[in-house]
């Protein structure tokens, strides 16, 4: 929304956002803007709806404690995903915006850094995953922004607060019951690093085998792609090979060192 996470426009009247050919701009206000947006990424081949339910930790112009969109637009946006037999993924980090998000019936929230137990037992009931996405707020903790350094120092402080903050809160949805499922908010985190989150999932409480089971069968399950997921016939086999076990040390998935093989479609291609 205008003024909201990732609207790139700046005082000096410069709009940094860039666009791919063919995909939408996703700035829009107001239930007759939402409605024609959501129906405008769908046209271009969205397979869900990715919406800003929140400030950011990276937007310079919001808080991730705000929340975004009212409740009438977030509800368009879902029943017009609905119709497209589509799901929302929202990003969220405010406690309010997740709220406004389970109450307009999105599929999932994306971080839930600010979540609390009354929240999480909201999410559990009304079946909305969790994609805590733990690995982003710490990778950027310990490394910094490199794409952002001018203003990196701005955010370091409110950075600090929100891994600490953010590991407490998701633990507790996941003692509530809350679906929780693998997601590293891919583009600010490397390619290559994406395996650390299993680490942090299980220092949440879960074993590694559900862990591993919240990136393939069950994130296959949620995304509703009936032939992922699983190692079995009949099944697409997308796998990769390691030279340690996983269930006894998780970490080893996050050395790239440690992956031997990897399968795609069946075909080897390490």
């Known amino acids: 929304m205008t003024g ?7 005082p000096s009247g410069f ?4 666009i791919y050919p063919g995909f939408p701009k996703g700035r829009c206000d107001g239930v007759w803007e939402v409605l024609k947006k959501t129906r405008e990424v769908k046209r ?6 990715k919406v800003m339910c929140s400030g950011g930790v990276l937007t310079t112009n919001n808080s991730p404690e705000f929340s975004q969109f009212n409740k009438a637009e977030l509800k368009t946006i879902v ?5 497209n037999n589509i799901g929302v993924a929202a990003h969220c980090h405010s406690l309010k915006g997740i709220n406004n998000c389970i109450e307009s019936g999105v599929s999932s929230i994306e971080h839930g850094t600010f979540i609390d137990r009354k929240t999480s037992q909201k999410m559990l009931k009304n079946n909305i995953s969790l994609v805590p996405t733990l690995l982003v707020h710490q990778f950027l903790y310990k490394h910094g922004f490199p794409k952002w350094d001018n203003y ?13 903050v953010h590991k407490e809160n998701i ?9 929780i499922l693998m997601g590293t908010d891919s583009g600010v985190i490397p390619h290559g690093h994406n395996l650390e989150e299993l680490t942090y999932l299980v220092d949440i409480g879960m ?3 559900e862990a591993i089971a919240s990136g ?7 995304l509703n792609q009936k032939d992922l997921g699983l190692v079995k016939p009949a099944m697409v086999a997308d796998l990769i090979l390691v030279n340690e076990n996983p269930f006894e040390d998780i970490s080893i998935l996050a050395n790239n060192d440690n992956i031997c093989h990897v399968f795609q479609d069946g075909v080897l291609v390490k």
């Open 15 to 18: 709009d940094m956002e860039i």
């Open 44 to 49: 271009a081949g969205a397979d869900f709806i």
């Open 216 to 222: 393939t069968v069950r994130a296959a399950e949620f």
């Open 207 to 209: 074993s590694e085998v």
């Open 171 to 179: 633990t507790m949805a996941y003692e509530e019951g809350v679906n």
């Open 4 to 10: 909201g996470h990732f609207d790139l426009f700046l």
């Open 79 to 83: 029943d017009e995903a609905e119709v």
């Open 152 to 164: 990196a120092s701005e955010k370091l402080g409110k950075l600090k607060e929100i891994v600490k």
